[in-house]
């Protein structure tokens, strides 16, 4: 069976410092893979996905970035922090090449920025 | 642009309440819609699935339906719990903007009260 792994699930950082937040996937191969965030009183906003290796869509102009070094694994970045970057992110998949196949969500990861 | 509305933002009833959730859409376009349960600080869980071909999905005490003619979708779920309390989402996926995206209501907040 497919299993999505998110980490870490909370995490405390200040302005101005870099961010890394990683998803890995089991039980597929080139699964389509998505970050989301959830801010509170907000629907969830798609901030980029990835349909293969390198591939990389950004849905929001912002201060964060995207990559997918390896067919499961993505990878949400940021050099440097704002307070507005605060949120619940959250990392998805979906069977690859299926536009009926479901969605499928990690626990996601809930940051704040001081 | 496929625009997704969950009406009313929040539900609260009794137990044992037979409940009506519904999620309209824009474009009837789509390719299939999710239901999902959101339960406070955690990831979204996939209840349902329903392609476009279908009218309707059932998993014990839920069911959905779709009428893609009207933009429309209802979650049905007979004799609520407590433990059904949690923000329901509905989403979908649509030739518009690419199919490899899925496009979210807010969500509707159920309190089931004992």
């Known amino acids: 069976s497919q299993t999505i792994h998110q980490w870490p699930a909370t995490l405390v950082q200040p302005v101005g410092s870099p961010l890394s937040l990683e998803c890995t996937v089991e039980g597929t191969s080139n699964p389509n893979l998505y970050w989301y965030r959830q801010a509170a009183g907000r629907g969830l906003q798609l901030l980029f996905y990835?349909?293969?290796?390198?591939?990389i869509s950004s849905e929001v102009p912002q201060n964060l970035s995207a990559s997918r070094p390896q067919d499961r694994q993505f990878i949400l970045s940021s050099k440097k922090l704002l307070l507005s970057d605060s949120g619940f992110y959250l990392c998805?998949?979906?069977?690859?090449?299926?536009?009926?196949?479901?969605?499928?969500f990690g626990n996601g990861t809930r940051l704040t920025v001081t | 642009k496929q625009e997704v509305t969950q009406i009313p933002a929040a539900l609260s009833v009794p137990e044992g309440e037979n409940l009506v959730l519904n999620c309209s859409f824009t474009d009837s376009a789509i390719y299939n819609l999710q239901w999902f349960r959101q339960d406070p600080g955690k990831g979204l869980t996939s209840l349902l699935l329903i392609q476009s071909s279908q009218r309707e999905q059932t998993s014990g005490r839920l069911n959905a339906s779709l009428d893609k003619s009207s933009g429309r979708s209802t979650l049905y779920i007979a004799a609520s719990q407590p433990g059904d309390s949690a923000t329901y989402l509905c989403?979908?996926?649509?030739?518009?903007?690419?199919?490899?995206?899925?496009?979210f209501g807010k969500g509707m907040k159920l309190t089931v009260n004992p």
């Open positions: 990835s349909v293969g290796i390198g591939q």
């Open positions: 998805a998949w979906s069977r690859g090449g299926a536009s009926i196949s479901p969605l499928h």
């Open positions: 989403a979908v996926r649509s030739a518009q903007g690419g199919s490899e995206k899925l496009v």
